[in-house]
């Protein structure tokens, strides 16, 4: 059985239009749009798996049964096991065995290509897709895809959506090979900020500079040197459907001065708002070192060791973690 490929869109510089071409392989692509998915359902290998949830008022379950994209699969980003809590700190990749059952029972194996389906209801719904597309290419999986504008933008434009009781599907075997180099442990943040990495937090900027805090986070404040890129910078409402802003990336990468070419962690509060900026700059920039620290805040202030940056009015001010 060939590979399923995708349409070449997404890459700075290119139209965001996806190009199919005339046989059955696709050039790969980490963004799809809805007039290809829509070319494309009748394809074997090809499975849609929406993952919309309560975030951003996007849906459930009941949703999905009421209103989806024809044969698609759901699973809960929120519900079904994509992330888990550990030792008090929330948002962390699961075993990968856990994960592998979870996916495998999708009906999705080494040879599916994979669409991930936000409900394209906001920024922070966006980071689901974002999420669960890094945890496939974490787990070894290459044929994965966002669709932009998610189901939202699939309504918008008018193609069909179907209700009732979803297609059945046979559960299948998925193995993972683990891609240790796209997540950062805490180990790895501190050793990051002894080198020229570049640490790049995701969050809003009243977070980055300290005037607003997540309960995940024991304290405000950023990882010290850290630079911001704001998640929901890189999304646009177009009549209430949220679809990438590629064309205006690069300018925001040359405001947050990262370079492509060094070692560079992501990281928000709890590993969430951190995966969109990781998609963007790895699978659209084109950084080819970069990793996302799932612990993200929740990990790195749970010990008094680690200092944070308060960044007010301009003034940078280090402190260390308070009780």
């Given at each position: 059985?060939?590979?399923?490929?995708?349409?070449?869109?997404?890459?700075?510089?290119?139209?965001?239009q996806a190009?199919?071409?005339?046989?059955?392989?696709f050039?790969?692509?980490?963004?799809v749009d809805?007039?290809w998915l829509?070319d494309?359902?009748?394809?074997?290998?090809?499975v849609v798996?929406d993952?919309?949830s309560?975030?951003?008022n996007?849906?459930?379950?009941?949703?999905?049964?009421?209103a989806r994209i024809?044969?698609?699969?759901y699973?809960?980003y929120t519900?079904?096991?994509?992330?888990?809590t550990?030792?008090?700190?929330?948002?962390l990749m699961?075993?990968?065995?856990e994960?592998?059952?979870l996916?495998g029972?999708?009906?999705?194996?080494?040879d599916s290509?994979?669409?991930?389906?936000?409900?394209?209801?906001?920024?922070?719904?966006?980071g689901?897709?974002?999420?669960?597309?890094?945890?496939?290419?974490?787990?070894?999986?290459?044929?994965?895809a966002?669709l932009?504008g998610g189901?939202?933008?699939?309504?918008?434009?008018?193609?069909?959506i179907?209700?009732?009781e979803p297609d059945?599907?046979?559960?299948?075997e998925?193995?993972?090979?683990?891609?240790?180099a796209?997540v950062?442990s805490?180990?790895?943040?501190?050793?990051?900020?002894e080198?020229?990495?570049?640490?790049?937090?995701?969050?809003?900027?009243?977070?980055?500079t300290g005037?607003?805090?997540?309960s995940?986070?024991r304290?405000?404040?950023?990882i010290?040197?850290?630079?911001?890129?704001p998640?929901?910078s890189?999304?646009?409402?177009?009549n209430g459907a949220?679809y990438?802003?590629v064309d205006?990336?690069?300018?925001?990468?040359n405001?947050?001065?990262?370079?492509s070419?060094?070692?560079?962690?992501a990281?928000?509060?709890?590993?969430?708002?951190?995966?969109?900026?990781?998609?963007?700059?790895?699978?659209?920039a084109g950084?080819e070192?970069i990793?996302?620290?799932?612990?993200?805040?929740?990990?790195?202030?749970?010990?008094d060791?680690?200092?944070?940056?308060l960044?007010r009015e301009?003034?940078?001010?280090?402190?260390?973690?308070?009780?």
């Amino acid at each position: 059985m060939s590979r399923l490929l995708f349409a070449l869109i997404g890459a700075l510089g290119f139209s965001t239009q996806a190009l199919a071409l005339e046989t059955t392989q696709f050039e790969t692509t980490p963004l799809v749009d809805a007039q290809w998915l829509n070319d494309h359902l009748d394809q074997d290998e090809l499975v849609v798996l929406d993952v919309r949830s309560a975030i951003d008022n996007g849906g459930d379950a009941e949703s999905f049964a009421e209103a989806r994209i024809s044969g698609s699969r759901y699973s809960s980003y929120t519900d079904d096991g994509w992330r888990e809590t550990r030792d008090s700190v929330a948002g962390l990749m699961p075993e990968v065995s856990e994960l592998e059952t979870l996916i495998g029972n999708l009906g999705i194996d080494k040879d599916s290509a994979v669409v991930i389906v936000p409900a394209g209801t906001g920024a922070t719904d966006f980071g689901s897709a974002a999420r669960v597309y890094w945890t496939f290419k974490v787990l070894g999986h290459d044929e994965v895809a966002i669709l932009n504008g998610g189901f939202a933008g699939w309504q918008q434009q008018g193609f069909e959506i179907v209700s009732g009781e979803p297609d059945r599907y046979d559960a299948a075997e998925f193995d993972a090979t683990l891609r240790e180099a796209l997540v950062a442990s805490t180990e790895d943040v501190e050793a990051a900020r002894e080198s020229q990495a570049q640490l790049v937090d995701a969050r809003p900027t009243d977070y980055f500079t300290g005037d607003e805090k997540s309960s995940a986070a024991r304290v405000a404040g950023t990882i010290p040197g850290a630079r911001s890129l704001p998640h929901q910078s890189h999304l646009n409402d177009q009549n209430g459907a949220y679809y990438l802003d590629v064309d205006g990336l690069q300018s925001r990468i040359n405001a947050a001065e990262l370079d492509s070419s060094v070692r560079t962690i992501a990281f928000c509060n709890t590993g969430h708002w951190a995966a969109t900026d990781w998609f963007v700059l790895s699978e659209v920039a084109g950084f080819e070192n970069i990793a996302m620290y799932d612990g993200s805040m929740a990990a790195w202030t749970i010990s008094d060791s680690r200092p944070v940056q308060l960044a007010r009015e301009g003034i940078k001010q280090v402190r260390e973690l308070l009780n």
